[in-house]
């Protein structure tokens, strides 16, 4: 008698895994393994294919919840300008906006109207306070980069209910902070496949003029550009997530200059993007793009926009560069991806060297300058932090570690200094360090992965869920004054002050608070 034929499995088929190999190809490699193996063999590697394609599937849901959740937001943020501009429309002819020109398209294909600045009201006003310090913030984590605001004294007793409010208003995807000058706050955003650099009325967060390019960066831990603008003698700096780097009118949002960073220097995008703001050293605009052959730091005419010089071959990180004078040099300071060291802002040349690598080349904490010879760093992701002390004159100097630990691990934020403490979020725990031992002092208080501004004596802490915190900077203790709810949703944004105002914002909202001291 015939005995029946067992038809052959298809995963055991050719035809069947190529099939499934065009469809999904980690599952076709699984089941091209599992071809010919021992049935238990078999078992683990069908066990694997299991757990690929419920990746495969939890990975594709999350993006199209991620697309959907934007697109709702672009149509509502639209909406909202839309009726912030038939609002301006509607004012008295005395009152009607002034008309700015558009400026015309950098790039080949890209419509003009697409870069053409939004007119802004002529009735704008300044407040008192915001005009006799409207210049002071005009870069990313203030005047020197290093998260302290001393322009006035800020409150330091607040209500029950947390600082009053300004205005809040919807604003596009990113990380980017605020840059405030003539009653002005900058940002930059993503709106749907372009990124957009724009222009806030400190007073009313009423939108005065945007600047638009195609652009776009879409990344799991959050779509948008990551770099904040720098505000420069009228002119704004703004350099996107995949490199556009634009030269604007800080007035009316019309383009100056602009290039590609990236691909001006041949170089690659990082893992999530440009994070590193432009720097203005007198006459010239510093990037990181991170090319090889002599071009990671970058340095424009900024006027321009014309190459001044390109220096070194480093793999970039997502750390700002810094102006500083360490040894009695002054000098740019620049984090890469495995080292931190000093350039001569006249042509580009290295002064020093130190390592200063972790896992995967993943540094993004600004360093702080600790007196005329020293620097603090600190990196997360196990890697710790260090003094490091430069000496030496002219053009030669060495550097050497002072002390280094694992006390403090700034992951994606940066640390403070008050009277010989550091102040910073070690993982996301608020943790107080001697700055000439490296001793913890103590540790206290969870606020995620959030940032931190020094003020009057406090610590303006911004959490990662958005709420606002104050903090005595003190080493005797933790000790917490007061926090309130600021925004909704995830905030990993640095939050600024200027004209004793706070201002933050994350991927959805952003607000203006009263901080000055009454």
């Known amino acids: 008698m015939f005995q029946p034929q067992e038809s052959t499995p298809w995963y055991r088929s050719m035809t069947g895994i190529l099939t499934a190999s065009l469809l999904l190809p980690p599952v076709g490699l699984v089941l091209l393994l599992a071809h010919r193996q021992t049935p238990v063999r078999r078992k683990i590697l069908f066990s694997l294919c299991i757990v690929l394609v419920g990746a495969g599937y939890f990975y594709l849901f999350s993006a199209w919840r991620r697309s959907s959740a934007n697109e709702a937001h672009y149509a509502a943020l639209e909406q909202h300008r839309a009726q912030q501009q038939r609002e301006v429309l509607a004012q ?32 704008s006003t300044d407040t008192v306070a915001a005009h006799v310090g409207r210049n002071y913030w005009t870069n990313f984590r203030g005047p020197n980069r290093d998260g302290r605001y001393d322009e006035m004294a800020v409150l330091t007793n607040w209500p029950a209910q947390g600082l009053s409010l300004v205005w809040k208003e919807p604003v596009g995807l990113g990380y980017a902070s605020f840059t ?29 003029w945007t600047q638009k390019w195609n652009a776009e960066y879409n990344d799991q831990t959050g779509d948008g550009p990551r770099t904040t603008p720098t505000w420069d003698e009228g002119r704004l700096y703004a350099l996107g997530a995949t490199g556009e780097l634009r030269c604007l009118d800080a007035k009316t949002g019309a383009v100056s200059w602009g290039k590609n960073i990236l691909s001006d220097n041949q170089a690659q995008n990082l893992q999530w993007a440009m994070a590193a703001s432009p720097l203005i050293v007198d006459d010239k605009v510093i990037v990181l793009p991170g090319g090889s052959a002599g071009k990671s730091v970058a340095a424009y005419n900024k ?22 004078t360490l040894a009695g040099r002054r000098q740019i300071l620049v984090v890469s991806a495995s080292r931190v060291f000093g350039l001569a802002p006249e042509n580009g040349s290295l002064l020093w060297s130190q390592s200063w690598d ?19 760093i600190s990196s997360g992701y196990g890697k710790g932090a260090s003094v490091v002390e430069i000496t030496g004159s002219g053009n030669s100097f060495t550097a050497r570690t002072v002390w ?23 993982e996301g725990i608020l943790t107080c360090l001697d700055v000439n031992t490296g001793a913890r002092k103590w540790k206290g208080g969870r606020y995620g992965y959030g940032q931190i501004i020094l003020a009057s004596g406090h610590l303006i802490v911004m959490s990662d869920s958005g709420e606002v915190a104050l903090v005595k900077a003190t080493p005797a203790e933790y000790s917490e004054v007061a926090r309130f709810p600021a925004l909704e949703g995830k905030t990993w944004n640095y939050p600024a002050i200027a004209g004793g105002r706070l201002f933050v914002r994350n991927a959805t909202q952003m607000a203006a608070y009263k901080i000055a001291a009454e």
């Open 92 to 123: 008295p002819a005395a009152s009607a906006p002034a008309t700015s020109t558009a400026s015309p398209s950098l790039q080949p294909g890209v419509p003009a109207g697409q870069q053409a600045a939004v007119p802004a009201p002529a009735n």
């Open 180 to 208: 405030i000058a003539d009653g002005r706050a900058y940002t930059i955003e993503q709106r749907r496949q372009q990124e957009v650099a724009a222009a806030y009325d400190v007073n009313t967060g009423r939108e005065l």
């Open 303 to 324: 006027m321009t926009g014309a190459p001044v010089w390109k220096s070194q071959n480093d793999r970039q990180a997502y750390v700002s560069p810094m102006l500083v």
């Open 358 to 376: 972790t896992d995967m080349g993943i540094n993004v904490s600004q360093p702080i300058i600790v007196d005329r010879n020293r620097f603090f």
């Open 404 to 426: 280094e630990n694992i006390n403090m691990k700034n992951k994606f934020n940066s640390s403070v200094l008050h009277e010989g403490h550091v102040y910073g979020l070690d």
